[in-house]
């Protein structure tokens, strides 16, 4: 039997899953349920050492015995810093020490309770990686609790290898131990450039006996694929992307293809390949997180466990340009067969039928028409170009429209320096550099405009409707009093002010016809200063239209 806290059954269930089957126990009252789990356990081997200084090393003796990750486990308070020779000597060693701390519940440090002190991060600079577990009381939390260990387990084999801290809050009573059965495990597989990534390692295997197999590229600023390699994986998989990937030379209106598909079995992949970093579309993720039997897989340079989408299977570590080759090489003569065929055709009718119904619908006068026409301009420039969006409600305009790569700050998804990064775009290149922005985010980042080396290849699209048009999309919050003043900061603001104290030309429109003539003289006109065209609408018309192209695309008729 078990005890029954579940942050330490799922503690326990991933250190064996993961081959830990030697552990160092300190005595105490507070790790008493961490150490109960382990000696029961019947694969894992636990040592008994009083002094928690002479604990660290013995670990660190047993791992060099066994060339095997080793845990050591203390008590709260002071017996982790007791640990903190053996983990220093374990870091310059590279051996796999995989320190655990039982800890008071956070409320209690700092209020004069017995053995309690910040113990998260207290070693962090001695070890690869450092977790303080949740004590979870959803599925949510229990991801989190399971991704957590996860990380920390993997870090430790890592590369050269080395200790890792895992700290375990525990909230009293302490003593149960009525739970028959641990956790399952999940493990997330680490393959390493020196692990010999081939056809026959356990990511190709999968990629091969996958049925319904997708891709999904995320922003990718700095990647710059070989297109007859992803042309070949295009043919053999369904690739799904965004304006934000280098790999854009085509729409893909992921946001609307996947709506109201969670639940549709035949349109759920079985294996996602998942490169680059951020994705847009909430959509998109929720989907992917209802499909539980999907095995996914990500790879990046560094290999860090990103679980986006909560069923991590491995993480390759490698050039993701050189991975997309190897896939391209490895599935050339695969036989598709009918199943992986029937799937790939689903999703082309599905994304296609999208492109045609959204090119069909004719917004009225509104951002989602501005940046519609914006986006008919540009594809009709004659020069290159470079196109900027900002966060919020503009870059989700841009998903719809956009037909070329679009540069946005979704490191973090905030507001902030939108603006200030298309200006300095702009000061680095002769090309011709566009912003598409909305009111907040110009308003709050407009001191970019104040520099002097500005030139007349900035030019501004800019969209106010007089707040943060996003807060109007959320559903729930029309019921609250402070949407309008308070949450989406209503205002009655313009940019005439900003152009002119910082010689920016200045062009407005209210209508169709004044948007048409404006947005003509943005993108084609020549001229020696910055141009900013500032597009006035009203913000429930905006989100009105909005809605209704959502409703008119939507492809109900899939169930």
Not at 256 to 273: H, M, N, Q, R, T
Not at 349 to 371: G, H, K
Not at 392 to 413: D, T
């Amino acid at each position: 039997m078990f005890c029954n806290k579940e942050n330490v059954n799922i503690l326990t269930s991933q250190l064996v899953a993961y081959g830990v089957r030697h552990a160092v126990v300190c005595p105490g009252s507070r790790n008493a349920p961490i150490v109960h789990n382990l000696c029961e356990h019947e694969q894992v081997c636990c040592y008994s050492v009083t002094d928690e200084r002479c604990a660290g090393f013995y670990a660190l003796g047993i791992c060099l015995s066994t060339n095997s990750p080793v845990v050591v486990c203390v008590t709260s308070g002071s017996a982790l810093m007791n640990v903190a020779p053996a983990i220093v000597e374990a870091m310059y060693q590279h051996l796999p020490i995989i320190v655990i701390s039982a800890d008071r519940a956070p409320q209690w440090i700092g209020q004069q309770d017995g053995q309690a002190m910040p113990q998260p991060m207290a070693v962090s600079q001695f070890v690869r990686h450092s977790v303080s577990l949740p004590e979870p009381s959803d599925d949510e939390q229990r991801w989190y609790c399971r991704r957590l260990v996860s990380e920390c387990l993997i870090a430790s084999r890592k590369g050269c290898g080395g200790p890792v801290h895992i700290n375990v809050p525990i909230s009293e009573p302490l003593f149960d131990f009525s739970v028959e059965k641990l956790p399952e495990p999940q493990v997330v597989s680490l393959i390493e450039p020196d692990a010999n990534i081939d056809a026959g390692c356990e990511f190709f295997l999968q990629l091969k006996e996958a049925k319904r197999p997708m891709m999904i590229i995320g922003q990718a600023v700095n990647e710059y694929f070989i297109e007859e390699d992803v042309a070949e994986l295009a043919s053999k998989m369904v690739v799904l992307q965004e304006p934000l990937s280098t790999l854009y030379n085509n729409r893909c209106l992921v946001d609307l293809a996947v709506k109201d598909l969670s639940g549709i079995e035949e349109y759920e992949p079985d294996f996602v390949f998942y490169v680059g970093d951020a994705i847009v579309s909430k959509r998109l993720k929720h989907f992917l997180r209802q499909c539980s039997s999907c095995r996914e897989w990500i790879v990046n340079a560094d290999g860090t466990l990103y679980d986006t989408f909560t069923h991590l299977a491995g993480i390759v570590k490698a050039h993701p340009v050189s991975i997309i080759s190897q896939m391209a090489e490895a599935l050339k003569t695969k036989d598709l067969g009918e199943e992986t065929e029937q799937y790939i055709r689903l999703w082309h009718t599905r994304l296609q039928e999208c492109i045609d119904r959204i090119d069909t619908c004719q917004p009225e006068f509104s951002q989602l028409s501005a940046v519609r026409r914006f986006e008919q301009h540009i594809d009709s420039l004659q020069q290159p170009c470079v196109v900027h969006y900002s966060n919020s409600m503009a870059v989700r305009l841009a998903s719809l429209y956009s037909r070329h790569f679009v540069y946005c700050n979704r490191g973090v998804n905030g507001i902030e320096g939108s603006l200030s990064v298309a200006c300095g775009n702009a000061v680095a290149t002769t090309k011709r550099v566009f912003c598409v922005i909305g009111d907040l985010s110009f308003f709050y980042d407009s001191n970019a405009l104040w520099q002097s080396q500005l030139k007349g290849n900035l030019r501004i699209l800019l969209l106010n409707n007089g707040g943060g048009g996003i807060f109007r999309k959320l559903k729930g919050l029309e019921t609250s009093a402070a949407r309008k003043d308070f949450v989406a900061a209503s205002h009655g603001a313009d940019a005439r002010g900003v152009c002119l104290q910082n010689n920016i030309s200045y062009i407005s429109a209210n209508s169709d016809e004044e948007l048409e003539q404006q947005l003509d003289k943005l993108v084609n006109a020549d001229s020696d200063t910055p141009m900013l065209l500032e597009v006035f609408t009203d913000a429930d018309r905006d989100i009105k239209e909005y809605n209704q192209v959502l409703k008119f695309t939507g492809l109900k008729d899939v169930r």
